[in-house]
């Protein structure tokens, strides 16, 4: 239903801050919750945060709340996950996810309908 593309992801030193981008396609994205995922090398994907069709209902791991912040602008169809206090362990694959629904965002990975195709964050010691 609708087309992802992450984007801003790179190689950032430890205690430094990066913002991810999500376009997204379609007309209907502001009918979508969405969510940010990762996946660490040998690691199983993992859920990072997600917000609601129009951003009145934010969800976050517990381990990241505080450094990450999701928010999302539905008049140019984009999603952003700001990451403060970057540290080695957040090393990994970020994905964009959409979920068609104007409740709650879902907070696992077989809520969701559409993913894009990750971007790269490599965070250095």
């Known amino acids: 239903q609708v087309q992802l593309v992450e984007s801003g992801g790179g190689l950032v030193q430890a205690g430094g801050s990066l913002r991810l981008s999500c376009a997204a396609s379609?007309?209907?994205?502001?009918?979508?919750?969405m969510g940010w995922f990762r996946q660490a090398p040998g690691r199983e994907r993992e859920f990072v945060a997600a917000?609601?069709?129009?951003?009145?209902?934010?969800f976050y791991a517990d381990s990241l709340k505080g450094r990450f912040t999701i928010s999302r602008n539905n008049a140019v169809n984009m999603v952003y996950l700001r990451m403060n206090s970057l540290k080695p362990e957040d090393t990994a694959v970020y994905y964009c996810?959409?979920?068609?629904?104007?409740?709650?965002?879902?907070?696992?990975?077989?809520?969701?309908?559409?993913w894009g195709q990750g971007t790269q964050v490599t965070v250095s010691s």
């Open positions: 996810a959409a979920e068609r629904t104007f409740g709650p965002p879902s907070q696992a990975e077989n809520g969701y309908d559409s």
């Open positions: 917000l609601s069709w129009n951003g009145g209902i934010r």
């Open positions: 379609g007309r209907t994205f502001s009918s979508y919750a």
